[in-house]
């Protein structure tokens, strides 16, 4: 059971464009949603993370919007450069317990 | 910057033969974590531990086996390695307690089962 769904699989936008990651959960109980940058040969870093208090949160260029009633959450990123290439995973957990991941999504921002 | 570490970084071995991939954190973290991913897929949980002497089987079946005497070491172990375990294995650790679950990943090690 896919608890987390993330779409789309690969994205490919142009420099200053506005790349949007969606996913959807099911576990109405999930009250922590993370978003993980990874690039090739590395592990996952920690990007943004959000509670479900709050409908959008900024940090720099990346911004997760909130929607509790629709169970989506999606990240925007503002100004994209071709720095921000790589894979980008969305999260949740209910409290403590272990994440549950979405399928990531490989991001390309072309110069 | 997280403080977790994985060794190898890259291993190539052949099928039949035991190995240890090892995971250790600097920063305390009670929970610990091993997760399967093929490069730029889906992560899969395989292996966790809240803490000494605790581990647990993850989301996705493995016929790996993983120790947790210590704090600050995962280490996860194949008895016979098969081309099937060609993967990378993702080591990450997490504060336990509180309300959040952040967690930190090791670098990753890279295996090939020839």
């Known amino acids: 059971q896919q608890q987390v769904k993330q779409s789309p699989q690969s994205l490919i936008v142009q420099k200053g464009g506005i790349p949007i990651i969606n996913c959807a959960y099911e576990n109405t109980a999930f009250d922590y949603f993370p978003w993980y940058q990874q690039f090739p040969g590395k592990g996952p870093a920690l990007l943004i993370a959000i509670r479900p208090d709050v409908s959008e949160k900024k940090e720099g260029r990346f911004t997760i919007s909130f929607n509790k009633s629709a169970k989506q959450f999606s990240l925007h990123i503002m100004d994209s450069q071709p720095g921000d290439s790589a894979t980008y995973f969305c999260?949740?957990?209910?409290?403590?317990?272990?994440?549950?991941f979405g399928q990531g999504t490989r991001l390309t921002i072309n110069p | 910057e997280a403080d977790i570490y994985q060794t190898p970084r890259y291993l190539v071995i052949g099928t039949g033969k035991k190995i240890t991939l090892e995971c250790s954190q600097t920063?305390?973290?009670?929970?610990m974590y091993w997760y399967q991913q093929d490069p730029g897929m889906e992560l899969h949980l395989i292996h966790y531990s809240y803490g000494v002497n605790s581990t647990e089987k993850g989301d996705l079946s493995s016929e790996s086996t993983v120790s947790r005497i210590r704090t600050e070491h995962f280490p996860l172990t194949l008895e016979s390695a098969r081309p099937s375990h060609t993967s990378q294995y993702l080591c990450?650790?997490?504060?336990?307690?509180?309300?959040?679950?952040?967690?930190?990943f090791g670098p990753g090690t890279r295996l090939t089962v020839l």
């Open positions: 920063m305390g973290h009670d929970k």
């Open positions: 990450a650790s997490g504060q336990a307690g509180g309300s959040y679950n952040e967690q930190f």
């Open positions: 999260a949740a957990s209910k409290g403590a317990q272990k994440l549950v």
